[in-house]
């Protein structure tokens, strides 16, 4: 009897697995809000890195991780009701807090794999809207730069399967997982 070949990851995660949503309540008591017609979604965390480089290192260079950012570039179809016209709360609260000061122009977002996966965070973040324009026969579509304000959280993923817990991994860093 032959053993059977244990499966593999052969199958390829869609760009489209990530869920935004927007914070419209207070940090006491979140409201989050799905922001809709996103067609793009690139979240980055980019480190700083120092020259570390010592005599003892024999004349390779040796650098060190000082410092981390966090940011989402995401392109939004910009989403309007279709008998009042009004533009989207979500998104518009997103356009208003780039044209702002102060804490009117930081928001407090999340963002997770739709399917469950343990990749979900939460932070703080200042906006960039940028209407891309275009031709006459194209859509409304803007480029919205979140970056962020402060540390990016690892959450439990809402969209996890209830009754899953979460564990601690250790790697260079501590991150939670769905168990």
């Not at 209407?131 to 480029?143: E, M």
């Not at 970056?147 to 939670?176: M, Q």
Request: net charge negative.
């Amino acid at each position: 009897m032959s053993t059977p070949i244990p499966l593999a990851e052969t199958e390829t995660a869609l760009a489209r697995r990530y869920r935004l949503e927007l914070n419209t309540g207070t940090d006491a008591t979140p409201v989050w809000v799905l922001v809709p017609g996103v067609q793009e979604f690139a979240p980055k965390v980019e480190p700083t890195h120092q020259k570390s480089t010592t005599y003892d290192d024999e004349g390779w260079a040796d650098s060190t991780v000082t410092e981390l950012a966090w940011s989402i570039e995401t392109k939004l179809a910009h989403r309007c009701h279709p008998t009042t016209g009004a533009f989207n709360a979500a998104q518009e609260r997103l356009r208003l807090a780039s044209e702002n000061f102060g804490t009117a122009s930081r928001v407090h977002i999340r963002y997770y794999d739709r399917e469950g996966r343990p990749e979900a965070y939460e932070g703080y973040a200042l906006v960039t809207w940028e209407p891309d324009g275009g031709a006459a026969d194209d859509l409304d579509t803007v480029k919205v730069t979140l970056t962020g304000k402060g540390p990016r959280k690892t959450i439990t993923n809402p969209a996890a399967p209830s009754g899953t817990g979460t564990v601690t991994l250790a790697a260079t860093s501590t991150k939670e997982v769905a168990a």
